[in-house]
């Protein structure tokens, strides 16, 4: 008799791996057009999204962890903020509103808790945005996510920052979005010359290198720790065009083992996603 967890495991992976063979490069069909981000690599970042940024201590101070340790030099120059909104879509959020002068980002908690005030010409270079789990592809909400896609880019690059989309993963329980989504998101970057990082690919190869591994909570949506680090790692191999194998940075609960690994997959991904 088999056991249902090893039986819904292997169902996994044998999705996943029907989605390798029939999308064989990077599970999409259509190509990315932009390969890298517009202009200088940023320094300060704007992460806007949902649940799936603020899990595990927030995607945006993994990945500013990442990107101080590769260029520790000037790690003091590099700011990240995170504005999220619980089950949120492109639509939830007013993005205008988040680069209005002394605003957000205006202050930094750094070291024992000190203010630090901020002085800059511009609030942010880039901002990161990721729309629900389900947008892109619902049926009833995939216009809205293509409409906004289209707003949201417009309104960055207004305040003289580069958008980028957030790739969002699949659902435990159903590995064929992951090429849905991949599709949606490459469209949509495509349409309005805007990079995309391809975090659910991520996690598409890493579970169908180690289908052990548990890359989600027990809701079968939000990532658990590893799957934060290992979008963290895609997020800063996407941005900066550099491998973020060896980087020093690594959440709670990652081991060096494993960060070794998440940091492999995560460039592995990039350059397959942006190569094709």
């Not at 940023?42 to 990107?67: C, E, R, T, W």
């Not at 980087?247 to 350059?271: I, P």
């Amino acid at each position: 008799m088999f056991h249902p967890f090893i039986v819904s495991r292997c169902a996994l992976l044998a999705a996943v791996l029907s989605l390798t063979a029939l999308f064989p490069d990077a599970f999409a069909a259509t190509a990315p057009a932009r390969k890298t981000i517009s202009g200088a690599a940023p320094k300060s970042i704007l992460f806007v999204g949902n649940s799936f940024f603020y899990y595990n201590n927030s995607m945006h101070s993994q990945v500013l962890g990442l990107a101080r340790a590769a260029d520790a030099a000037n790690k003091d120059a590099y700011r990240y903020t995170s504005v999220t909104i619980s089950g949120s879509g492109f639509d939830w959020h007013d993005v205008e509103s988040y680069f209005r002068p002394n605003a957000v980002g205006k202050y930094s908690f750094v070291g024992d808790n000190e203010v630090v005030f901020n002085k800059f010409d511009k609030p942010f270079d880039a901002a990161i945005l990721n729309d629900c789990s389900q947008c892109p592809v619902h049926p009833q909400l995939k216009a809205t996510f293509h409409e906004y896609a289209k707003k949201h880019s417009d309104t960055v690059r207004k305040h003289g920052a580069q958008p980028v989309f957030f790739m969002t993963w699949a659902y435990k329980d159903k590995p064929e979005m992951t090429a849905q989504l991949a599709e949606e998101y490459t469209i949509a970057g495509n349409k309005n010359d805007v990079l995309v990082i391809p975090a659910g690919l991520a996690f598409a190869k890493a579970i169908a290198k180690r289908s052990e591994l548990e890359f989600y909570q027990p809701d079968k949506r939000h990532p658990s720790a590893i799957g934060t680090y290992l979008a963290a790692c895609t997020i800063y191999a996407s941005i900066y065009g550099k491998s973020p194998v060896g980087n020093a940075s690594r959440a709670a609960r990652v081991d060096e083992k494993m960060a070794a690994f998440l940091q492999e997959v995560a460039w592995e991904t990039v350059q397959e996603y942006y190569k094709r």
